[in-house]
């Protein structure tokens, strides 16, 4: 009797321990080897990074990264804080500095500091909550096709009043500021370049002049703009200082000049955000996932990726971007808390303006 019951003592104890390291279901706990968490990075649809940066991430820390796009990035922070209350995911990245003070004012993140961001400028570092980390920063600018001028014998634009010109009626697509960061990225160059008594008339000029409006990126720059992926109509496009690199590096063969040109008047910088979603099961792994988005993996593959810069001080850049990408030297900005407390009223006297 004794050895059977000290059998079964010893049956138990291996059954309990079994347990406790496989889960009662007896599946492996979360984030055991074999096993891994899977946490949600919530972004845009412009997100992109290689499969090996990604996958080695994933192996570091014992992870599954599922990407979860959701449309443009106004588009994508504003469904992140009608969820809020049952978030999407774990980390969110895309916000930007258009949108910064709605993302913070909304308390969807959580604070959090990557001992990285020592290596970041303090130009991009915007959010004093550490609600948002910085990752890249670009120029959002009007791009041209110049194939289509040179084949029209009719020379570039260079300045934002000469968008407004009859020669150029009916060539310039933009995207609609309530729906896309670019979008509202120009308006704000309007707004900084014409002042609370001028930028409105100036969108006048642009109606009348036949612009036409996205709701998105993806919409005006693949879709409409003549040097997208679908060759639309429209020769200019409110897009990136990176775009020029990005249509030679996509080129086959690459061409020697890029047939992509910026318009250097017209830039307003912009800089994107990660953060650590409020309310995640993973805290641990979301916030090794924002520490990752600093690290020089991470940092080198964004250029080629995502075709914007990266911010962390050193980062080697590749080759096509040291040729061919246009940086403005002066570009247009405004502040975040400006932008802050008259973004909302800007978009509404936008739409007012534009679509009527």
């Not at 996958?55 to 992140?80: C, I, T």
Request: glycine share 8%; hydrophobic share 45%; with cysteine.
């Amino acid at each position: 009797m004794r050895r059977f019951l000290l059998s079964s003592l010893i049956a138990i104890l291996a059954a309990t321990v079994a347990a406790g390291m496989t889960g009662l279901n007896g599946a492996a706990p979360a984030g055991a080897a074999g096993n891994p968490v899977t946490i949600t990075l919530v972004t845009h649809d412009s997100f992109a990074v290689s499969k090996p940066v990604l996958r080695a991430f994933e192996q570091a820390n014992d992870v599954k990264v599922k990407v979860l796009a959701q449309g443009d990035a106004g588009a994508a922070l504003n469904q992140a804080i009608l969820t809020k209350s049952n978030p999407l995911g774990d980390v969110f990245f895309g916000v930007d500095n258009t949108f910064l003070s709605r993302a913070v004012d909304a308390k969807i993140f959580s604070a959090y500091t990557p001992a990285a961001l020592a290596n970041v400028p303090a130009e991009y570092q915007l959010d004093s909550t550490h609600q948002l980390t910085p990752v890249d920063h670009g120029d959002v600018c009007v791009n041209t096709d110049e194939q289509w001028f040179t084949a029209h014998h009719l020379a570039a634009p260079k300045t934002l009043d000469d968008l407004t010109k009859p020669a150029y009626k009916g060539l310039l697509v933009v995207e609609d500021p309530a729906t896309s960061s670019p979008g509202l990225a120009f308006v704000l160059a309007t707004v900084a370049r014409y002042g609370d008594n001028g930028w409105r008339g100036y969108w006048e000029k642009l109606r009348a002049n036949g612009v036409k409006v996205d709701d998105g990126w993806e919409g005006a720059y693949d879709g409409d703009f003549s040097q997208g992926a679908n060759h639309g109509q429209y020769p200019l496009v409110v897009s990136y200082a990176s775009s020029p690199p990005a249509a030679v590096y996509y080129a086959d063969p690459h061409p020697a000049t890029s047939p992509v040109g910026t318009m250097l008047d017209t830039c307003f910088r912009q800089v994107e955000f990660a953060g650590v979603l409020r309310g995640t099961d993973h805290p641990k792994q979301a916030k090794a996932l924002v520490d990752f988005m600093l690290s020089a993996k991470f940092q080198e593959d964004v250029p080629l990726q995502m075709f914007v810069f990266p911010v962390v001080t050193g980062t080697k850049l590749p080759a096509v971007f040291e040729k061919f990408a246009a940086v403005a030297a002066h570009p247009l900005t405004l502040s975040a808390r400006t932008i802050g407390a008259h973004r909302d009223d800007w978009i509404e006297q936008w739409r007012s303006t534009v679509l009527g």
